[in-house]
């Protein structure tokens, strides 16, 4: 039977003044999803939920086709990487490592395979005798992986796992993680609210806001078809403008940009920067500025009072000419109010 | 900018010389005091007292006492401060003010609420039935314990709310029970702090007088303990005596300080 990975179906709760919408969302076996979202939409009370450190108002939980809902979080088979990773401290890494094998009173050969196995992928070997409090936070965040990764989990829970990290060491440790993973074959629900670590990452992202899930979706879909102003928002999409279809041609302010397969109504319209083209054809526009990031050349362009973003392949002078291509099919349209 | 408003200004040096002499004046006070005891003139000797065996019985009963008052207050303080850091309970603020009288009401108070108690139904009940508190041993633990207790409560619920909350969720998703995760994770990590919360019981009870006299009498070779034996002296006028029992008291309560302390690894200075 093919294991079906984590199921959540309706899962809602209630604290204070912070509601978690019903929550519907299914990660496959051996996936990596990242849940994104900015601070305080819920992303971390959703994972106390799915480990059972807070109790559901409602809805159900399936992990590998067992109803995990009410059992104890001794008993779910799901290891929590929290943020901050909360290692025990006054122990040392092997002490908090072996955490769960001695909790189960669980000795023996396997288990020794299993901590020798994990010690070595994790790079903690020298490590072992040193007391948490010593490790910096690229060990510390090993340790606490290595700690979870003991229990066996079928689903791995990973809270922000770099945030508390330098910059510099985040996009290795975020290959690590992925490497890792794909090793193990381990289902992950990583949370972040950073969009480059979840492209990075993700085979399926899930947005969450102000306790409910927005999208979900492949990374491509969630960049390319946003499914309200929101996440076109978060997900950094410069080219948000107020829309109008009109008789089937698509309006923004008093420009007409073409007609698609669209009802009319009013829009927010959603071009991502690289699907701009900018040639010496297409309609007039004049360069505003241009600017080189780490990933593309922006170049910002006045097109007939539309403000408009395209990647571009070198930087331009401000007044330059350039013809811009908006292609209609990579135009997504939402309706507003969504 | 003025030379006052540089980095090391004297606007700053102002300020760390007002607050450093500020801070000097409660321990300088304290310093003196304890010199003052020292320094008076006396004709007995430190070990003079010693040789009553009136002070021997006391000191010893002050020991025992003050050891068993300062457990039982430990085994109620962990779990009114577990209680008070991670829950609130309907009703917690007053618990909370509940669990803070004995520090602020008179300790003369208890011993007068612990008489009358024990000449209510209840209270009689315990005397013939369970056990003598009145006027005899058990009371003076009874009465230390209610007094050290409030301290101990204070210092287990600060070591507890040093301790994140989340450190026993992550525990239980690693397989632990309620239980394994309160033994291994909570109480471990709180461990120095309710090692303070047990050393300040026990020098409270040691030291306490107000509550036991009032409850328990100060009967020579029954329930004298070493802070009555202090108060009996100095209205004898036995005043050598007095200070000499004082100076030991001092000296017992600090070498306990820093054996505790330096044990647990903070500072002792």
């Known amino acids: 039977m093919v294991n079906p990975g984590l199921h959540i179906d309706g899962l809602t709760g209630r604290w204070g003044s912070f509601r978690l919408e019903p929550v519907r969302m299914q990660v496959p076996a051996g996936a990596y999803a990242v849940l994104l979202g900015p601070s305080g939409s819920g992303k971390t009370t959703l994972l106390e939920l799915l480990c059972g450190l807070r109790p559901p108002a409602g809805g159900r939980v399936e992990l590998g086709g067992r109803e995990i809902t009410q059992a104890d979080p001794a008993v779910r088979r799901i290891g929590y990487v929290p943020q901050e990773y909360h290692l025990f401290s006054g122990r040392n890494a092997e002490w908090n490592i072996r955490f769960s094998a001695s909790m189960r009173n669980a000795r023996g050969e396997a288990i020794e395979a299993r901590f020798r196995r994990i010690v070595e992928t994790l790079h903690l070997v020298p490590f072992l005798r040193q007391r948490v409090e010593t490790l910096s936070g690229g060990e510390r965040q090993r340790v606490a992986l290595a700690r979870a990764l003991m229990t066996e989990p ?64 492949s990374p491509q879909d969630i960049l390319d078809r946003p499914a309200s102003r929101f996440v076109a928002q978060f997900t950094q999409c410069k080219n948000l403008w107020a829309a109008e279809v009109r008789a089937g041609e698509l309006w923004i302010q008093d420009t007409a940009l073409g007609r698609g397969n669209w009802e009319d109504g009013s829009y927010w319209a959603v071009l991502r920067p690289e699907y701009a083209a900018l040639s010496k054809t297409g309609l007039p526009g004049r360069v505003l500025e241009s600017m080189r990031t780490c990933h593309a050349v922006l170049t910002h362009i006045e097109l007939r009072g539309i403000s408009l973003w395209a990647c571009d392949d070198r930087l331009r002078a401000p007044g330059d000419p350039v013809g811009v291509t908006l292609p209609h099919e990579r135009m997504h349209l939402i309706p507003r109010g969504a | 900018m003025g030379p006052e408003n540089r980095v090391g200004g004297w606007r700053g040096r102002a300020f760390l010389s007002l607050v450093g002499a500020s801070a000097a004046i409660y321990p300088l006070a304290l310093a003196a005091l304890l010199l003052c005891l020292a320094a008076y003139p006396r004709e007995a000797s430190f070990f003079a007292p010693w040789s009553e065996p009136a002070i021997r019985h006391a000191f010893l009963l002050s020991v025992v006492t003050s050891l068993a008052a300062a457990f039982l207050s430990l085994a109620l303080a962990i779990p009114s401060g577990y209680v008070l850091s991670r829950y609130r309970i309907p009703g917690w603020r007053l618990v909370d003010i509940l669990l803070y009288l004995p520090i602020a009401v008179p300790p003369l108070v208890l011993g007068v609420a612990l008489l009358i108690f024990f000449q209510t139904a209840p209270g009689r009940f315990i005397e013939h039935h369970l056990l003598a508190f009145t006027f005899a041993v058990p009371g003076i633990i009874l009465a230390q314990t209610l007094v050290s207790a409030a301290y101990a409560v204070r210092l287990c619920k600060l070591a507890f709310d040093g301790v994140p909350q989340k450190h026993a969720g992550v525990a239980r998703t690693l397989g632990a029970t309620r239980w394994q995760a309160f033994w291994h994770i909570e109480l471990a990590e709180s461990r120095s702090g309710l090692v303070e919360a047990f050393l300040l019981a026990w020098t409270t009870a040691f030291g306490s007088f107000g509550p036991v006299a009032l409850f328990c009498g100060i009967t020579r070779m029954r329930t004298e303990i070493l802070s009555s034996s202090i108060f009996l002296e100095f209205s004898i006028g036995n005043l050598d005596n007095a200070l000499i029992l004082s100076l030991w008291m001092g000296s017992i309560a600090a070498v306990a300080l820093l054996l505790v302390r330096g044990r647990t690894g903070k500072p002792i200075w």
Not at chain 1, 177 to 206: F, I, P, W, Y
């Open chain 1, 154 to 217: 079928e689903l791995l829970l990973l809270d922000e796992p770099v945030s508390a990290l330098p910059e510099s060491l985040r996009d290795p440790i975020c290959r690590e993680l992925k490497d890792l993973q794909t090793r193990l074959g381990v289902t992950t629900l990583h949370v972040c609210h950073n969009l480059d670590e979840a492209l990075a990452l993700g085979s399926h992202l899930v947005v969450m806001d102000t306790g409910r899930i927005v999208q979900e979706g």
